[in-house]
């Protein structure tokens, strides 16, 4: 029988840290976000494509971490409040990680997600795997000139604005013009990528 002693921690944690060192020990997840926001007018003829990128906020790395533990037991924590929509806002003022909810939301833009969504697009070995949100935004709904933000919340069923605490991700757009005959579809991928 082989006890442990300090010795053999030592070297057990000095084997982990060459491991390591040499890129053979993985230490982390990484996630970005992105994605597109689509203006289409009547006939269905794109008139404005806006790509982004985005913030996840400290709310949303919580509901990323919660999501990855709820339920496992022996704690068996609970989920976190599930993302349900996407509001859209007239600001263009940069979010930052603690004050990331819609600067000026624009009345009645809660939506929530499309029928189908959200979805996981697998995109090979190696390259990772996106998190697929979308919403759409049809005519007459959400018309505004100024359309600069858009958020991926948990309270999408409120006509208010939503509290950092209510946002998961936040992007600020180059200004869309909707018009009343437009309609908007927001396409957004969280990609991870083991780090």
Do not use: C
């Amino acid at each position: 029988m082989h006890l442990i002693t300090l010795a053999d921690e030592r070297i057990d944690a000095l084997h982990a840290a060459f491991d390591a060192a040499r890129g053979l020990v993985p230490d982390g997840i990484g996630m970005v976000g992105y994605g597109v926001a689509e203006l289409r007018d009547g006939d269905g003829r794109i008139k404005q494509l806006v790509p982004f990128h985005n913030l996840i906020t400290d709310a949303g790395d919580l509901y990323i971490a919660g999501k990855i533990i709820a339920a496992i037991a022996p704690a068996s924590p609970s989920a976190p409040t599930a993302a349900n929509g996407m509001k859209l806002g007239t600001a263009s003022t940069a979010a930052t990680k603690t004050d990331a909810g819609l600067a000026t939301y624009l009345t009645a833009s809660n939506a929530a997600f499309d029928a189908t969504y959200p979805q996981t697009a697998n995109l090979g070995a190696g390259l990772g795997v996106n998190a697929v949100y979308r919403t759409t935004w049809a005519a007459g709904v959400a018309t505004s000139s100024t359309i600069n933000e858009v958020a991926i919340v948990n309270d999408q069923a409120s006509n208010l604005d939503s509290s950092a605490a209510n946002t998961y991700s936040r992007a600020v757009l180059t200004t869309v013009n909707k018009t009343a005959s437009d309609s908007l579809a927001v396409t957004w991928n969280w990609k991870a990528l083991g780090a």
